[in-house]
């Protein structure tokens, strides 16, 4: 059945909170509420759109206290990170990691936000789970929350928490990967540090990326970063850059169990390789033999007497253990 949505209501609305400073309650907004009072409340709004809808765009055209370059990175849908800062705002896109309905994913999903001394607003086009970690740490405990710089501080400290559950996870992959490569477990382990590699090089490859533009936000002009935002870039970066470190580690353990398993590869070509020319050797000296008496050439010998067979197959023999002399004198054997 389609539900027929209301013309007054904000489009891609998703949730709303006025959080006021000392507040033990958010107060939470309707889908419905009167735009001028949406955007003119006390304390601070936190407004959060799915980019689904169309008209999202259209909703924030005019919205007060953003500049034209905060609403283009509120609706873009570029998958790339940002963060600029400009006449004490902040914008860009964040990266974060998507969530399925049942359960959490490694797939990359981007948060897009803009932030004012007033505000922030968030867009985004899959569930994030950074988003709803956030915003179940305001309903327990918004006292905490003085500003929107504290729930941009805490949207960034849930994405480092998420890291780390993953770094966890890989690293459990890759322990069972490593009990492949030292013991004698099924094969079919080779197949997974493939797609565990592209997943640990594309984490460090965004990590680094938002760590690179936290460092250049935090060095902007006093004057133009949002207040308390050069206390919160710190202590964030230094987060990340933990988080960095372990997946750096697991990029090189990654790094070792490919050579390692390579290396298994070719011990183990090698050796069929071996056993290959062993038989070779030996077969060929009696190829030669057969060959010899299998022509339909006159004057052959042993071709009149009734032993000729018998010979034959005696010299099959010698030229076998001639071969096997020959490969225990030089060794191989």
């Known amino acids: 059945m389609n539900t027929i949505i209301s013309a007054n209501k904000i489009p891609g609305f998703v949730w709303a909170y006025r959080l006021r400073p000392g507040s033990d309650k958010p107060e939470r907004l309707a889908d419905d509420i009167d735009r001028a009072t949406l955007f003119a409340g006390d304390g601070f709004l936190w407004l959060h759109l799915n980019l689904v809808d169309a008209r999202v765009p259209a909703f924030l055209a005019d919205a007060p206290g953003l500049n034209d370059a905060a609403r283009i990175a509120l609706t873009t849908h570029e998958t790339h990170a940002a963060i600029t800062v400009d006449e004490q705002m902040l914008f860009g896109t964040l990266v974060d990691f998507q969530r399925e309905f049942a359960h959490n994913t490694h797939d990359i999903g981007w948060l897009h936000f803009a932030l004012t001394d007033r505000m922030l607003i968030t867009s985004r086009l899959q569930p994030l789970r950074s988003l709803d970690r956030a915003r179940t740490l305001i309903e327990k405990n918004p006292a905490r929350f003085s500003s929107p710089v504290d729930v941009f501080e805490a949207l960034v400290v849930e994405f ?24 004698n477990t099924s094969q079919d382990e ?6 565990l590699r592209r997943t640990i090089v594309r984490l460090h490859r965004h990590l680094r990326t938002v760590l690179s533009l936290m460092r250049h936000a935090a060095a902007s002009d006093d004057e133009e970063m949002p207040l308390g935002f050069d206390d919160v870039a710190g202590r964030l970066t230094g987060r990340l850059e933990a988080v960095e470190h372990d997946i750096y580690a697991l990029q090189e353990r990654a790094r070792l169990l490919h050579e390692e398993i390579g290396s298994k590869l070719s011990a183990e070509i090698n050796r069929h390789l071996y056993i290959l020319s062993i038989m070779t050797a030996f077969l060929l000296p009696p190829t030669l ?13 042993l071709a009149g007497g009734s032993t000729g067979t018998g010979y034959a197959v005696g010299f ?4 076998i253990l001639l071969a096997w002399w020959l490969l225990k004198r030089v060794n191989i054997l």
């Not at 080779?190 to 797609?195: C, K, N």
């Open 190 to 195: 080779r197949a997974q540090l493939p797609p």
């Open 289 to 301: 033999v057969t060959g010899f008496f299998g022509m339909n050439t006159s004057g052959l010998p």
């Open 316 to 319: 099959i023999i010698a030229s």
């Open 160 to 183: 480092q928490r998420a890291l780390i559950s993953v770094v966890i996870e890989i690293g459990e992959e890759l322990n069972a990967i490593e009990d492949f490569v030292h013991g």
